[in-house]
């Protein structure tokens, strides 16, 4: 104990010569927001002079795109970096191999680094074996680099990997603070930061940084449930739009939601113009597939490409994830607003004022109608509304979009279901 207070105070004395230490948490899911915090943090480091970099980790783990990211950053940095460890799992077992040292703090584990695909409402499954053997790689690589056990670091990756006495086979390996000392793959342990940064030999003067509002902002737009509501809900609102057209409060809505959605992307680094426009013309083709080309075909299978395209530039392997959320809240969404918005005070104020209550006109005063003109009550999209007379009439194009007001002509009547086309006088 005396021999601590002895080193402690022997630090301190030398602190005063060094420059600062630069504390950055990892913290959380690992995401490609925090990747952009910590090049800031490094870069700032460097260019401020400090006396080294220490990283404060305590993480479940998180994208492994984010991770490799992180790990090069580290890996290039020409400052002393250290690793201080309370819990580094899955990706955040890569990041902490990638620091020059790594202290241990009481009760801290490494390890379990098998990548998994985790869906909502499923349980996480093991990812692709191409997956696997390419994280593998990147583990061995990372401990080489910094003269690590290359097979351990392969172990917390591959289930496959099985090393005597130490992991079973079929389970990723996660190591104790004090096997990861015993094994190389930790330098020592600490029983505090302070400790931790006195035998790394790094100064006492530490200053702590902290993401700024905008790598906050992005953390949270760009977490797999929060990106898929904000799409799901942009989608629906727009949606909204076109079956209560002119009121445009909807399509307001829809619109920030969906500028939140890509503005996420683009503080976090992972989208730009192209993905915005892929997810726009992927919009306007499915548009024209449902009001201009009834049916389904070409139009339509490539705007669901492109608007798949977007998502996954956007987000990768996270990609699954965000859909899968926004499947569910669009589903969610579809079932309530046909359920219940109708009914609502705000959906009768909007529904049109021409909708049909009476019950329809017999078979024979249908088949009447043909060839009378009249006037759409409502668009026709291309089912909707017309008057011929006094009468009001459900009635169908043949796929064309006609504006409310505009002349129509009964061109077919085919028992319940009556055909009109835009009448234009010659």
Avoid: H
């Avoid at 584990?109 to 998994?116: K, M, N, T």
């Avoid at 503005?263 to 992927?282: M, T």
């Avoid at 043909?370 to 043949?398: H, M, N, Q, Y």
Wanted: aromatic share 8%.
């Amino acid at each position: 104990m005396e021999a601590v207070k002895r080193l402690l105070a022997l630090w301190l004395l030398l602190s005063l010569a060094l420059g600062r230490t630069y504390l950055v948490p990892v913290q959380g899911e690992i995401d490609p927001a925090l990747a952009v915090f910590v090049d800031q943090a490094l870069t700032r480091a460097e260019r401020e002079g400090a006396s080294g970099v220490a990283f404060l980790i305590d993480t479940p783990g998180g994208r492994v795109d984010a991770a490799i990211r992180i790990s090069d950053r580290i890996l290039q940095s020409p400052l002393p970096t250290l690793a201080v460890v309370q819990n580094a799992f899955s990706a955040g077992a890569l990041i902490t191999l990638s620091c020059r040292q790594i202290a241990m703090l009481p009760g801290s584990e490494i390890g379990a680094a098998l990548p998994v695909v985790a869906l909502p409402l499923q349980r996480p499954e093991a990812a692709d074996q191409k997956v696997v053997s390419a994280l593998k790689g990147k583990f061995r690589a990372v401990a080489e680099a910094r003269g690590r056990p290359t097979q351990v670091a392969e172990a917390m990756v591959d289930p496959e990997v099985e090393i005597p006495g130490l992991s079973a086979k079929g389970e990723p390996l996660t190591l104790s603070a004090d096997k990861a000392v015993e094994l190389k793959v930790a330098d020592f342990k600490a029983g505090s930061l302070p400790e931790a940064l006195a035998q790394a030999g790094l100064s006492a003067e530490v200053e702590r940084l902290e993401p700024g509002p905008r790598v906050r902002l992005a953390r949270f737009l760009t977490s797999s449930s929060v990106a898929g509501v904000l799409l799901a809900l942009g989608l629906l609102l727009l949606l909204l739009e076109f079956f209560t057209p002119g009121t445009f409060l909807p399509a307001t809505l829809g619109l920030v939601a969906l500028g939140l959605y890509f503005f996420g992307g683009y503080l976090a680094g992972l989208s730009g113009i192209l993905e915005i426009l892929l997810f726009f013309a992927g919009m306007l083709l499915l548009l024209a597939e449902a009001f201009l080309l009834p049916g389904f075909g070409l139009p339509g299978a490539l705007g669901i490409g492109l608007v798949l395209a977007s998502v996954y530039l956007t987000f990768g392997a996270q990609s699954l994830a965000v859909g899968a959320y926004a499947v569910l809240v669009f589903g969610a969404g579809l079932f309530l607003l046909f359920r219940f918005f109708p009914r609502s005070r705000v959906g009768r104020a909007l529904v049109l004022e021409s909708a049909i209550s009476e019950a329809a006109p017999p078979k024979g005063e249908l088949e009447a109608l043909l060839g009378a003109i009249g006037e759409a009550l409502s668009d026709l999209r291309p089912a909707g509304v017309a008057r011929f007379g006094d009468r009001r009439v459900d009635v169908v194009t043949e796929g064309e979009f006609i504006p409310r007001g505009t002349p129509v002509r009964v061109i077919k009547v085919e028992g319940p279901r009556v055909v009109v086309r835009a009448f234009k006088e010659e």
